[in-house]
């Protein structure tokens, strides 16, 4: 990796109102492997201060605002090799500009190349994750141009999630599993929020973070679990299941689910196999219940959040009556787009067919009717058997990950490709998120 520069700039202003000193101006990157930078500076008396940036005339981003009179304020989104421009603002008056030169990104970095359709933008960002050591999560704007990266000295572990709190607001914040048992909570500055052992619970594939309590401000964290089964049958000497497992705020565990405590693997039309469930997302339903992906059985369930009871399978064999059409094979990435509708991305299978698409769906409880909405194709090129996901993109377009392929899609509902990005590196899911 380039060796980290420290940049200083020293100056001194006095205000003509005020009188306010701003002393001991400098500014370094953050400690840690991340494009965060750190503005330091000194005022004469207490009060709130924060920093304006911004890239040429590009957009002024505003750093959240501190008290005191000895300030360390981070200023995160810099793009990399680009000139900036910042100011220190208090209530009443503000410094002068003063400039800085951000680092390359690290050598090692994932080669990106792009192809859009040249009337095609979004206005929000792409959040990726690398499945490589050292592990490397960053966003990229509509132009594939990189505005915030984090370095792990380690291999990431595969769960991370955003928390729906748009990017540039206060609060904005993300999900990663640090180890298989330690769940974090980050912002895009740096900070550790919260931090959640689990214990003998190991989590896998996917965790969120839901509202708990609003008056005391706790939430909840769920992540699937692996669990097991004795089994000394067909030379199997133990099936792998999956569970659900919920702590709050302060690590107490909550609720937790096991599949075995609720179904008999001999009782059952699923494939007897040492992976036998596989689970690999989680969502939470309009009434509070949880949806669960399992990819082993071609099915989502949705599971009472109380008494663990399943209240619906969907798939092949399962409770609604599906068409071929509706039929949906290893999919990944369940999740809820308003009451009753729903999306998931439909692996598709190699000896069944191998095409990925987006299977976008509603479910009528009461009549218990499924209604397939819509189908959004993948190229056959782009057929990826294993990993991928799908999101919807303000209400409109669609968000694939292609992982067996290296790509990430951006397409209309018709399927046309408007946003190509070609990596060196896969990435299981990517997210969008907004900035406002």
């Not at 400690?31 to 002024?60: M, P, Q």
């Not at 369930?301 to 609604?320: A, H, M």
């Not at 409109?396 to 408007?418: A, H, M, P, Q, W």
Request: hydrophobic letters at 35%.
């Amino acid at each position: 990796m380039n060796r980290i520069i420290f940049t200083y700039l020293l100056i001194l202003l006095v205000s003509c109102s005020n009188d306010i000193e701003f002393k001991d101006v400098s500014i370094k990157l953050s400690d840690n492997l991340s494009s965060t930078y750190i503005v330091n500076f000194k005022t004469s008396s207490k009060g709130e201060a924060n920093v304006e940036y911004w890239k040429n005339s590009e957009e002024i981003f505003s750093s959240p605002l501190f008290y005191g009179d000895s300030f360390s304020i981070p200023l995160s989104f810099l793009k990399p090799s680009s000139n900036y421009n910042f100011k220190i603002v208090t209530s009443n008056q503000s410094s002068i500009p003063y400039t800085f030169k951000t680092n390359d990104v690290p050598k090692f970095f994932p080669k990106l190349d792009l192809e859009k359709k040249n009337n095609f933008s979004f206005d929000g960002y792409l959040f990726f994750r690398t499945q490589t050591n050292p592990g490397i999560q960053f966003m990229l704007d509509d132009n594939a141009e990189i505005i915030w990266y984090s370095i792990s000295d380690t291999t990431l572990s595969r769960p991370f999630r955003n928390t729906n709190v748009p990017v540039l607001k206060s609060g904005a914040s993300y999900l990663s599993l640090s180890e298989k048992n330690i769940i974090e909570e980050h912002s895009f500055l740096g900070d550790t929020l919260v931090t959640i052992y689990t214990g003998k619970d190991i989590i896998h594939h996917d965790i969120m973070k839901i509202r708990y309590d609003d008056n005391l401000n706790i939430d909840k964290y769920v992540g699937l679990t692996y669990e097991y089964l004795n089994f000394n049958q067909e030379n199997i000497d133990s099936l792998i299941g999956d569970g659900i497992v919920v702590f709050d705020s302060f690590g107490n565990k909550l609720w937790s689910w096991n599949i075995f405590d609720h179904v008999k693997p001999n009782n059952e039309n699923y494939k007897i196999q040492e992976d036998w469930s596989h689970a690999n997302a989680i969502d939470i339903d309009y009434d509070g219940n949880y949806l669960v992906s399992f990819r082993s059985f071609n099915q989502i369930w949705k599971i009472d959040s109380e008494s663990g009871e399943i209240i619906w399978r969907l798939g092949d064999n399962g409770d609604f009556k599906l068409n071929e059409e509706d039929i949906f094979y290893q999919q990944h990435a369940i999740n809820k787009i308003n009451l009753n509708k729903y999306i998931l991305f439909d692996n598709g299978l190699s000896d069944v067919r191998m095409t990925s698409r987006a299977l976008e769906f509603t479910i009528d409880e009461e009549e218990e009717k499924f209604k397939l909405e819509k189908s959004v194709y993948l190229p056959d090129s782009l057929f990826t058997f294993k990993q991928g996901s799908v999101y919807l993109m303000d209400n409109e377009n669609y968000l694939f990950t292609s992982s067996v392929n290296n790509r990430t899609i951006i397409s209309d509902s018709s399927g046309k490709i408007l946003w190509n990005l070609l990596s060196d590196h896969s990435f299981y899911r990517v997210y969008y998120l907004s900035k406002h």
